[in-house]
């Protein structure tokens, strides 16, 4: 499956992003897809999941930014999408979409190893 994120940007704090992942090849794959960001000199870090299984889906969040941000999919779209609300300028990083075609168990959303596909980054820079 191929995924391709956009919708990055430049923002001021307090402002909102929608990021988009469009998901191709063998999109009924990404039973679990989320979301991860890189900020300049740190680690990659999980941002939010969901997960697909049967018509239900479950939606998890890094604390940081529950409350802020929603991910959502529109499985006839093929794509997921964060809605990132109330910006700040810790929140700006390379945003990263990924895949699984496993229904990952919560324990294993956090760590980026346990997706096969990722799309290239969009960047979001949110100015104070």
């Known amino acids: 499956v191929q995924l391709q994120a956009s919708g990055g940007g430049l923002v001021q704090a307090g402002g909102s992003l929608r990021l988009s992942c469009a998901a191709s090849?063998?999109?009924?794959?990404?039973?679990?897809m989320a979301w991860f960001r890189q900020a300049p000199g740190k680690e990659r870090e999980f941002v939010s999941a969901?997960?697909?299984?049967?018509?239900?889906?479950?939606?998890h969040y890094v604390d940081s930014v529950k409350g802020r941000f929603t991910i959502s999919r529109d499985n006839a779209k093929n794509t997921a999408y964060l809605q990132m609300n109330s910006l700040r300028p810790e929140d700006t990083a390379v945003y990263y979409c990924?895949?699984?075609?496993?229904?990952?168990?919560?324990?294993?959303?956090?760590?980026?190893?346990?997706?096969?596909?990722w799309g290239r980054g969009t960047l979001v820079t949110v100015s104070s």
């Open positions: 990924a895949a699984e075609p496993r229904r990952l168990i919560v324990s294993q959303l956090r760590d980026a190893r346990n997706f096969g596909s």
């Open positions: 969901i997960r697909w299984s049967g018509g239900s889906t479950s939606t």
């Open positions: 090849g063998q999109p009924f794959s990404c039973v679990t």
